[in-house]
């Protein structure tokens, strides 16, 4: 089938992936009356005397805004907000879907980084959560990291930590299965991007020491020029100042985790990695190096970003049920704690990994609700 043809003639059909439907019928007088005027006005006034009764008499408990703009669209790029908005449609659907939350994509048409977060600000009244989504680094960061600061509720970065967590989630499995201590291994990246820097610091947080990330100018280092502050802080990592290619720093790592372009890697660049070598290449749709070709490399486990190959590393594992927990725990910010837990979860679904099973299925049911818990259980 041709998904590209396909997709282009349901959304046509359907006039896109999503819609808003009302909890109760509007057929009658009296329901109109209690659900609009003169009724809902008791709503509006109890809300005006008591502002946290906003979560219990409107949808704002279990509604996020995903917000982008569209300027680091997966595999497309900078695409502008217009163009990216299918993909934030097909987001809302998948939270809707995995975790009953509601979702309203909202596609932004600038990239100031003050805009970005007064809009966000200014909508936290409407929405329990806010999902950032496809803007580029290193703004994402510090729009991040300023919502944080400054909103009452719930701030996600998918691109960062969903990439993070379900990467950590199979590495994990991946371990099991080479028989190897994460704590012992070398990690070699390409791309120091958004998910890139989240999943090298969440692999930090659970024990990984060595990593060597690799951008289009080669491994990062200390003392290399023109380094942003976020690759500044991961060459302190690459614990030998390793310098030069990224198939150059291949030599000898264990894990390689791909998060930047198609077909850098050849087979022969996977045969200089350490025995039993783990190979997550991500890029999507076309990774870094293809699964057949990693394997004739040598590489125990392969993982993509692709449906159509055993062991997808796919951020819609976590982030529908990691909201589905927050917004039933009422927190306002998500920890690494969280994070790690969820990984766990997730890594745990899998009783048996295997090299080509080191993953949840995504249409499991229970995947949801797992991460749920393992989120309130925090």
């Known amino acids: 089938m041709d998904f590209n043809e396909e997709s282009i003639k349901e959304h046509k059909r359907l006039g896109g992936a999503i819609d808003i439907k009302s909890k109760a019928p509007l057929d009658t007088k009296k329901a109109l009356s209690v659900f609009y005027t003169p009724g809902v006005a008791a709503c509006c006034q109890e809300i005006a005397k008591d ?3 906003v979560n219990e008499l ?5 509604t996020i805004a995903i917000i982008t703009d569209g300027s680091a669209v997966l595999g497309l790029g900078d695409i502008g907000p217009k ?3 299918p993909v934030m449609e097909g987001k809302s659907a998948i939270f809707k879907e995995f975790g009953d939350v509601n979702a309203v994509p909202i596609c932004l048409d600038t990239k100031d980084t003050e805009e970005i977060i007064r809009f966000s600000k200014l909508i936290e009244p409407c929405f329990g959560g806010i999902n950032l989504e496809d803007i580029s680094a290193p703004r994402c960061f510090e729009i991040e990291k300023r919502l944080k600061e400054e909103l009452k509720i719930p701030v996600f970065h998918d691109d960062q930590h969903g990439t993070a967590i379900v990467t950590l989630a199979g590495i994990k499995n991946a371990l099991k299965v080479a028989n190897k201590n994460l704590s012992e291994t070398k990690i070699v990246f390409s ?3 958004a998910g890139g820097i989240a999943t090298a610091k969440l692999l930090i947080c659970a024990g990984a020491k060595h990593l060597v990330m690799c951008d289009s100018r080669g491994a990062i280092y200390e003392g290399r020029e023109n380094l942003n502050s976020a690759k500044e802080k991961m060459a302190k ?3 030998n100042n390793e310098k030069g290619s990224l198939q150059e720093a291949l030599v000898g790592a264990d894990i390689f985790i791909g998060v930047s372009a198609p077909d850098l890697l050849k087979a022969e660049d996977i045969a200089k990695m350490a025995e039993n070598a783990i190979v997550f290449a991500m890029a999507n749709p076309v990774p870094e190096i293809m699964p057949d070709e990693a394997k004739k490399g040598g590489a125990l486990v392969v993982a993509t970003g692709r449906s159509d190959f055993p062991n997808q590393v796919n951020n819609a594992l ?5 909201f589905r927990g927050i917004l039933d725990l009422g927190a306002e910010k998500f920890t690494n704690e969280m994070f790690i837990a969820v990984a766990e979860a997730l890594a745990d679904m899998v009783s048996n990994p295997q090299a080509e099973n080191i993953m949840p299925p995504l249409f499991d049911k229970n995947v949801g609700t797992k991460v749920a818990e393992a989120v309130k259980n925090i």
């Open 237 to 239: 990592y690459n614990l």
């Open 51 to 53: 502002p946290k009764k």
């Open 58 to 62: 409107t949808w704002r408990k279990n």
């Open 191 to 193: 791309g120091a991007g």
């Open 318 to 322: 976590c982030f529908p049920g990691l």
């Open 83 to 85: 163009a990216s908005l």
